[in-house]
């Protein structure tokens, strides 16, 4: 099994790489609304970051296709 996850290693790298500005806007993206769930919606914090994680997710999809 690990030798399978070996190949993964360059691919992931170079993602991240490329992709490092538009990841780090999700992540920003993700705090800051499951902050505003939390804190102005009243969520609990595992609601908040699980309903900012499918916000995130979805917003994600629509710019890709």
Sequence with gaps: A???????TIPIK???SVNRKELASM??????RAAIMEYDGGLSRHKAE???AKIVATSCKKRKG
């Design 50 to 52: 699980q309903e900012a």
């Design 27 to 32: 992540v920003e993206d993700y705090e800051e």
């Design 2 to 8: 690990l030798s399978s996850m070996k190949c993964w």
């Design 14 to 16: 170079s993602f991240l």
